[in-house]
């Protein structure tokens, strides 16, 4: 195989050895992850709708991400709307088009007996497959109970399938590494494919109907969290936005196993330049390649009323609360397989209340596509709520674990509390926040 493809799954691999198998040697990671075919079956019923393809693209996508080798059984149907970042009218051909464009090699080199089976909706499938299932705002991913066609163009409940279910692709993959590293198959519960797992996540607390007007909104990073948050938005009908992406940075090789919106052929591009390319009718996407900090500040400018954060880098969530202090900051955050995502609206406990450590760890950062995506995913529903949605009683915080989803510790709901030792100092006055940050 070629290096590329040890360099494009370097963060995965990571993950994988920090968190489950203990070993520096990332190789036989990725050789596993490579060997491991899932399978995704669907029949017309399920894929001629705007969810039924979107639950499709997605589930696609966070396997390709991951480095599986993923085999599609679905009739010739074209692209209802548009699914960025694939090209071209006719369904299969774009994703194989897209997963060609992805992991070094491609993800469509599948072993003839898969070691897993998705199958979309209620398409006839053998008892063993996994049923990727759910309505507009509900998603359901699991061998046993009932399924329903998927229909319609709310694509929320799509998007949360395809990333729940992604999760069983690692699953059967990690024996397959196992082997490679001559280690015993992990035991632990969240990491075995259990045929009597039952997903369902509802996530109809966000919902909104009609046409969503956000206005402007401002992006601090261009990174995994805002790739899959500005993917969710960009699929929601009728939600039309003026976002401005503030990120430095160029698309690496590296990113590739978790950046929904990015294709191989783009390494190299400004991340700006490239969300940009998101841009449609009613949804525009302006990019700024310059990172956010004091040294910054002058030249972006006021804030946009709604300031969504996925920078990895603690202190720089503090210096953007520091600096929206008088807006609605929403943080979108991600450690190894837990999500935490926070929103603060004004004068309320803020982003240094729920992130008041600094324990951004040197180097590579440990990541995993399905866990990026859930935090963009439910930082894109924290946004279209806070416009347009019904507002929570309590302001809470987010957390979600992705391969804890059958159980209570799957998504759960934090109250936020002020913090005296915040960085940001929100409880002091003003003018003590002068005088120790500045605002
Ligand atoms: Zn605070």
New binding site residues.
């Given amino acids: 195989m070629s290096e590329d493809i040890y360099q494009a799954l370097s963060r995965t691999a990571l993950l994988l050895e920090r968190d489950i198998f203990a070993t520096a040697d990332h190789r036989p990671i990725v050789d596993g992850l490579r060997a491991t075919t899932a399978r995704i079956i669907a029949n017309r019923a399920n894929t001629d709708s705007v969810a039924g393809q979107t639950a499709l693209v997605t589930l696609y996508a966070q396997l390709a991400m991951m480095g599986l080798q993923v085999d599609l059984d679905i009739p010739t149907i074209d692209l209802v709307l548009g699914q960025p970042p694939l090209r071209g009218d006719d369904l299969e051909a774009a994703l194989v088009d897209f997963s060609e464009d992805l992991p070094p090699g491609g993800s469509s080199r599948p072993a003839a007996v898969p070691d897993i089976t998705f199958a979309l909706g209620d398409t006839p499938a053998l008892p063993t497959s996994v049923r990727v299932s759910g309505t507009a705002w509900q998603a359901s991913v699991a061998q046993v109970g009932q399924a329903g066609a998927w229909r319609g163009t709310m694509p929320v409940g799509a998007m949360a399938a395809g990333a729940a279910a992604a999760a069983d692709g690692l699953r059967v993959a990690l024996p397959r590494i196992a082997e490679r590293l001559e280690r015993p198959t992990p035991v632990e519960a969240a990491f075995v494919l259990d045929p009597s797992r039952q997903v369902s996540v509802d996530l109809s607390d966000f919902s909104v109907s009609g046409p969503v007007r956000l206005g402007e909104v401002d992006v601090i990073s261009g990174g995994a969290i805002t790739n899959a948050a500005l993917y969710a938005l960009r699929r929601i009908p009728d939600v039309s936005a003026r976002m401005r992406v503030l990120e430095p940075d160029a698309l690496d090789l590296t990113n590739l196993n978790r950046y929904p919106v990015a294709r191989r052929s783009q390494v190299g591009m400004l991340k700006a330049e490239l969300l940009q390319t998101l841009s449609a009718e009613g949804f525009q996407v302006t990019g700024l390649p310059v990172r956010f900090d004091e040294t910054t500040l002058p030249f972006i400018g006021a804030l946009a009323p709604r300031v969504l954060v996925g920078v990895d880098h603690i202190p720089s969530r503090w210096c953007v609360?520091v600096a929206a202090y008088d807006r609605w900051v929403c943080v979108g955050a991600s450690s190894h397989f837990y999500v935490l995502v926070s929103a603060h609206p004004i004068g309320r406990?803020?982003?240094?209340?729920?992130h008041?450590r600094d324990d951004s760890t040197l180097g590579n950062i440990p990541t995993i596509s399905f866990v990026s995506f859930w935090a963009g995913l439910i930082q894109a529903l924290e946004v279209l709520r806070e416009v347009a949605g019904t507002p929570k009683a309590v302001t809470t915080s987010t957390n979600v674990w992705p391969l804890g989803l059958d159980g209570r510790r799957g998504i759960q709901a934090v109250t936020q509390s002020?913090?005296a030792e915040?960085?940001?100092?929100?409880?002091a006055s003003r003018a003590r926040r002068r005088q120790i940050v500045g605002v």
């Fill in positions: 609360q406990p803020c982003a240094g209340c729920v008041p002020a913090v915040c960085p940001t100092q929100c409880r």
